[in-house]
């Protein structure tokens, strides 16, 4: 199954997420919000420079794990303009 990032946002848009950042030794920072919307905005101005970041999506009683290429492709779409 191939990815669709514009899928992922319009299905999970409005979903709790949360941002985890490791970094060296393991240690992880984490940082929740209450959407994936404002999950990426975060992850795009982020000035940390963690050694792996994973996305976790919380929908219906489960976690959606996204992360290595996947996870850049979300980040890396375009707002659409509000119309």
Do not use: K, Y
Request: glycine share 6%.
């Amino acid at each position: 199954m191939v990815f669709d990032a514009q899928e992922a946002r319009c299905r999970f848009g409005d979903s709790h997420t949360t941002v985890v950042l490791w970094q060296r030794f393991e240690v992880a920072h984490r940082q929740m919000f209450d959407s994936l919307d404002g999950a990426l905005v975060f992850l795009r101005n982020n000035m940390f420079r963690p050694t792996r970041t994973e996305l976790h999506i919380h929908r219906g009683g489960h976690d959606i794990l996204i992360t290595g290429e996947e996870l850049a492709q979300l980040v890396e779409m375009q707002t659409e303009p509000e119309a």
